[in-house]
C-alpha cells in the first residue's frame, strides 16, 4: 500500500470526476487542487467516476479516451499516484453492489429534492434515464465503501454528499454501525465558477456550447478569446457584486484563483479601466497558467496512465470488498 489508508493512521479523502468531457477550470479549482493540497495529510483515493458519467448519453469510443485524460488530469494538476489511490470506478465491482443496497434504503423523497437532477433532466424528466436519478446513491456508495472522513468536491456535490451521509446514518441505525459518516469540504473561493456564456449557471463540461467554460486543454489563445467574449454586466466598473453583477464577479474570482491574488487588491488595480483591459490581462494570466499545466499534461502516456489504473484498482478492491462483506453481514445476506 503506497499510503497509510489501509492501517488507519491517516484520515482518508475519497473524491472522483466524471470522464464527461474536458475538464475545466471549474473542475480544477473546485477539486483538483485540493485534491493534491490534501495528499500530505490524509491518504488519498481519487476515482474517475465512469459509471456516473453514462447517466447521460456518451459515445463509446469519446468515453474511453475521456477516461484516460481525467487520469491525465489528475497527473498534470499534481496528484501523484505513488501516494494516492488513483483507479476507475467500474474497475471494482463493489460500488454498484453497494450502489443497488443503498437503493433499497434510499426513498424517491430523498431523490426528488436533488438539484442536480432537476437542472440536469429539464422539462423532460419523465424521459431521462433510471441512472440519472439514482445517481446521487451510487455516489454514495463510492464514497461510503472506503470509510471515508472527506470528500472535497464543489458547491454543485454537497447536497450529494449529504445524501450520502443521510444513508449512512440510516443505514446504521437500522442494521447497527457499518459506515462512517464522511464530511463534505468545500473551498469557498473556489466552490462555484460559473459559466462564461451564462453566469447564471455553473460551467459544466456538458454545456452545449464550449464558450461556456475554460478547458485545461483549451490553447492559452483559444481560453484568452473565450474569456473576450465572455458575457459581461451592464456598467464598466470591475467591482464585485455577486447578485447585481455576476458576470464580472465571476471573472474577478477566476482571475483571483489563477493569478493567486485577492478581488480587493484586483479591484484596486482596474478602479476607472474597463472590461477590454481587465479581459486581456485575464486572457493573459490564464495562458499563464495554462501553458505549463498542457504540458506535464502531454507528458504521460496512455501506457502509463492504464498502468496507474490497474494498480490503482488493485490497492482499492480489498479495501471496498470488506465494506461491502461488512454491509451484507449486517444485512443478513451472508
Ligand atoms: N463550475 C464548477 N465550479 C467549481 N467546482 C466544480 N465542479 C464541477 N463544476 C464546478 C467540481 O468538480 C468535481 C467533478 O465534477 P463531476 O465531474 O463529478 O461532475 P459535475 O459536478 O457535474 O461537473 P461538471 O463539470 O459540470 O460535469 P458534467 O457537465 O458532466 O455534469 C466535483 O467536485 C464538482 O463539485
Redesign the pocket.
Known amino acids: 500500500m503506497n499510503n497509510n489508508i489501509s492501517n488507519g493512521v491517516k484520515k482518508i479523502v475519497f473524491?472522483?470526476?466524471?470522464p464527461?468531457?474536458v475538464l475545466?477550470i471549474?473542475?480544477y479549482?473546485?477539486?483538483l487542487q485540493q485534491w493534491v493540497d490534501m495528499q500530505d495529510k490524509y491518504g488519498c483515493i481519487f476515482c474517475v467516476?465512469d459509471y456516473?458519467?453514462i447517466t447521460v448519453k456518451q459515445d463509446p469510443r469519446q468515453l474511453n479516451k475521456n477516461i484516460i485524460n481525467t487520469v491525465r488530469a489528475y497527473l498534470a494538476s499534481g496528484i501523484n499516484p505513488e501516494r494516492s489511490i488513483i483507479f476507475q470506478q467500474s474497475d471494482i465491482s463493489a460500488h454498484t453492489e453497494l450502489a443497488w443496497i443503498l437503493n433499497c434504503i434510499a426513498r424517491i423523497s430523498d431523490l426528488n429534492k436533488m438539484t442536480?437532477f432537476k437542472e440536469?433532466s429539464g422539462d423532460s424528466r419523465e424521459n431521462v434515464g433510471v441512472g440519472l436519478f439514482a445517481y446521487p446513491v451510487l455516489m454514495a456508495a463510492d464514497i461510503l465503501l472506503y470509510n471515508t472522513d472527506a470528500v472535497?468536491?464543489?458547491?454543485?456535490?454537497k447536497q450529494h454528499v449529504e445524501l450520502s451521509r443521510a444513508l449512512a446514518r440510516r443505514f446504521n441505525a437500522q442494521f447497527g454501525h457499518t459506515f462512517k459518516i464522511p464530511e463534505a469540504i468545500i473551498k469557498k473561493e473556489?466552490?462555484?465558477?460559473?459559466g462564461l456564456d451564462n453566469p447564471a449557471k455553473?460551467?459544466?463540461?456538458?454545456?452545449a456550447s464550449p464558450a461556456n467554460y475554460i478547458a485545461l486543454t483549451d490553447k492559452p489563445e483559444v481560453a484568452a478569446k473565450k474569456i473576450m467574449r465572455a458575457v459581461t454586466d451592464s456598467g464598466k466598473e470591475i467591482k464585485f457584486n455577486i447578485v447585481k453583477r455576476p458576470a464580472i464577479a465571476n471573472l474577478l474570482n477566476i482571475y483571483a484563483l489563477l493569478a493567486g491574488k485577492n478581488i480587493k487588491t484586483l479591484e484596486r488595480e482596474y478602479a476607472g479601466r474597463g472590461y477590454g483591459d481587465f479581459k486581456k490581462d485575464l486572457g493573459k494570466v490564464t495562458g499563464e497558467f495554462l501553458s505549463p499545466w498542457q504540458k506535464k499534461y502531454y507528458s504521460f502516456s496512455d501506457e502509463e496512465i492504464k498502468k496507474i489504473l490497474k494498480a490503482g484498482a488493485e490497492q482499492a478492491r480489498p479495501l471496498a470488498k470488506a465494506t461491502l462483506i461488512k454491509t451484507k453481514k449486517n444485512l443478513g445476506l451472508i
Open positions: 473524491s472522483g470526476v466524471q464527461s468531457g475545466h471549474g473542475n479549482f473546485g477539486a467516476v456516473h458519467a442536480q440536469k472535497p468536491v464543489g458547491e454543485d456535490q473556489s466552490a462555484r465558477i460559473m455553473k460551467m459544466s463540461k456538458s454545456a
